[in-house]
């Protein structure tokens, strides 16, 4: 395991629920993004947090709502999710953004999500 | 906007054996990173290997290395002495230099090659 965890593992939830994916870091960095990875697609970016503001929201859905309330921690709050949302949620951290030295983003094991 | 490509979907490889799997990009950037990520069936990701643009030698650590060729845009990974625990599936991604402005923390990635090694 990387000094990136992510709670919980596996999700099902129905499309009028309301969840949340964690993630934590314990690398002590400063940047912490989402993505969603997709079966035969790129991994997408969702979000880009850099010292606890949010610096990109590609294009996301506000169904998807996320949260920093420190460089350690990330949230993902999700509602009125849609079946084509199912996915793997993989959260990343990095030292900086992109202004470091090391550039190398350590991903944590990814939620695997469903939803009815 | 930068556009990586993995053309094999698939691959398999005979243990101890070397395979090589493809990457191509488009960009207009004339500095950039390069990078291969690994992901096992457990799902956690991992830097394989790094390349900077500007560095014409090829990146290696260990038995994985790069055959890196800017002018056609290409960025090859060679995985020597295959291993059982090298079965995952590999990303290429790309990235804007520090020093490029604008998103430059962005990683694009292809869509990935899923490797199996055989015993």
């Known amino acids: 395991e990387t000094g990136v965890t992510q709670t919980p593992r596996h999700l099902v939830m129905g499309m009028t629920n309301k969840k949340s994916l964690k993630c934590e870091q314990h690398?002590?960095?400063?940047?912490m993004y989402w993505y969603k990875q997709s079966a035969k697609k790129p991994l997408e970016l969702m979000f880009v947090y850099s010292l606890e503001e949010r610096v990109e929201n590609n294009s996301v859905p506000s169904r998807f709502s996320p949260e920093c309330p420190n460089s350690s921690h990330l949230f993902l709050h999700l509602h009125t999710l849609q079946p084509e949302d199912s996915a793997l949620y993989l959260c990343a951290s990095s030292q900086e953004l992109g202004l470091a030295v090391r550039l190398e983003q350590f991903f944590g094991p990814g939620t695997r999500l469903t939803v009815l | 906007a930068q556009t990586v490509t993995q053309s094999q979907p698939e691959m398999s490889v005979q243990e101890a054996e070397t395979v090589t799997l493809s990457c191509t990009y488009d960009?207009?950037?004339?500095?950039?990173?390069l990078f291969w990520y690994k992901q096992p069936p457990s799902r956690q990701m991992i830097l394989v290997i790094r390349q900077e643009a500007y560095k014409q030698q090829n990146a290696t650590e260990n038995r994985f290395s790069v055959n890196f060729q800017k002018a056609a845009k290409s960025f090859s990974l060679k995985i020597s002495d295959s291993q059982l625990g090298d079965t995952a599936m590999y990303f290429c991604?790309?990235?804007?230099?520090?020093?490029?402005?604008?998103?430059?923390?962005?990683?694009?990635f292809g869509k990935g090659t899923l490797l199996t090694v055989n015993p």
């Open positions: 960009t207009s950037e004339s500095n950039y990173y």
């Open positions: 991604a790309f990235m804007k230099h520090r020093n490029s402005g604008g998103s430059n923390y962005k990683l694009t």
């Open positions: 690398l002590g960095h400063n940047a």
